[in-house]
């Protein structure tokens, strides 16, 4: 007899389709993986851009660029990391959820927040203006979401920013902070990748923005990315946008050479994107 | 019984496998095509880029972008078209062939120039300095190309470029110099464009560079491009090179859209690189 129990799904639940899961597969972290196998978490960089590789038409502007399956994909790619990744730029500018509205996670047909993935906000100066009115919040009160975890360089995070997280089970963390060769102060993306795996997330799915994005291309971090994931939608958006191009590479010989590259290379179109995987040449 | 005669190919001649002809063919003018059916000819606009939009690290730098497979498939694209078309600042940065090396084209084991593109310089100070000693004068010499049809503003063009052009067939074109919305002296594309047909020539594939290509896609001209052929190589060249970005639009309302869509998109994997067939949406 067929189960007649009826669930109800929020009306913004995405379907991922099984025949569209195999091409993914070898560029994903293994189902049930866990911390102790390596210091770093299975790292996989993922975004969408132009043809003109940007990401938004600016900083935070709701922009139109891939098609619904891609969405679906990206929910999808959530549930499969157990935390996402942006920087302190995209939650100033988005207001992000960072949840996984696919059918059968937590707050979308499962238990709890079963599937959910951890945000991470990487905030050096802890400057993300969050309230509980923050759509992240916000879905962390419906059962939709975890609640963030911001890494920092501050030794006393604001203590009202604090308090709400602490209501919702989030939290900050501080690292370290370095002057990098440029004079900047930064913190360490292999020490942002540590973090994770000593509280126990086996996985992360960096989203971007541009930013954090064309840092991780560099050569100095890019051995840490497992698993690169562009979509690519067929359009030009423009000069002026948030582009993705990481800092000029000089040969031994001092001439420019290609920034990064990658291999093992799959292109899958899908709708009218296309999507690559591949991993970051060393 | 076996044709026995045995035919020497330049070493340089290259190859492109029927099985591979069959996804361009929708995108490409129709084989034996001839003017008068439309003032304009079949207009294809091809070009190779890196993920962040690049076609090259710097003008005229040597760039190795996009594998064998696609540059044979370049190849085929010009025995495609009768002309190639290109702005003349890639002419000054590359001293281009742009001829044709495909198997069975005139030079490469067909008759006198069958099948060679005639190559179209776009030059409106006539600025572009050349010799004999031109790789594609030095192509003609060799029965391996056709002589370039320069277009300039100019009335008269220097009289020793014009000496030279006699000589091997070629000629300058002159058209009138428009200011546009912004001040600039420049062609107009649809003059150029309807110019190739006055010459018989029923197709163009128009090449580079990024200022050529930028401006083709802005929406006062890409109504006159037929289709869009551009290969896409899993590499980040990095900031600072030759950008393939059009200028922003914006909507009724002031706001940035993007700058140019493609419709009817194919997507083809191609060894390590994509190839992207569409039509600019109007």
């Known amino acids: 007899m067929a189960d007649t129990k009826v669930q ?32 770093f978490p299975f790292t996989t960089l993922t975004f969408a851009t132009s043809l003109d590789s940007q990401l938004a038409l600016s900083p935070g502007a709701p922009t139109a660029l891939s098609g619904p399956q891609s969405k679906a994909m990206t929910h999808y790619l959530r549930s499969r990391h157990d935390s996402i990744l942006i920087g302190v730029g995209t939650a100033v500018a988005d207001d992000p959820s960072l949840n996984c ?22 905030d050096p100066n ?25 890494i920092t360089g501050l030794l006393e995070p ?29 913190l360490d993306w292999g020490e942002v990748l540590q973090t994770l795996v000593k509280e126990d997330l086996a996985s992360v799915m960096i989203e971007g923005g541009g930013a954090v994005i064309n840092s991780l291309l ?27 191009s990481p800092q000029r590479r000089l040969s031994d010989e001092g001439k420019p050479i290609a920034a990064a590259r990658l291999d093992s290379v799959k292109w899958h179109p899908f709708g009218d994107d296309v999507v690559l995987c591949g991993k970051v040449k060393l």
Not at 10 to 30: I, M, N, S, V, Y
Not at 126 to 150: M, N, Q, V
Not at 162 to 180: P, Q, V
């Open 158 to 186: 604001p203590a009202d920013k604090k308090a709400i997280l602490d209501k919702y089970g989030g939290k900050f963390i501080t690292l370290a902070i370095h002057k990098s060769d440029i004079g900047e102060h930064r």
């Open 126 to 150: 802890a400057r993300w203006d969050f309230t509980e009115h923050s759509k992240l919040l916000k879905l962390c009160r419906d059962g939709k979401g975890k609640a963030p975890y911001i």
């Open 218 to 244: 560099h050569p100095k971090y890019s051995s840490m990315i497992d698993s690169v994931i562009v979509t690519i939608a067929p359009a030009w958006l423009g000069q002026g946008g948030v582009v993705v």
């Open 101 to 122: 509205r696919l059918e059968g996670v937590g707050g979308y047909g499962g238990k709890g927040t079963d599937g959910q993935p951890r945000p991470i906000i990487v």
């Open 8 to 39: 109800i799904l929020p009306k913004d639940t995405l379907h991922f389709p099984d025949a569209d899961r195999g091409f993914l597969e070898p560029h994903l972290p293994e189902k049930g993986r866990k911390v102790g196998k390596s210091k």
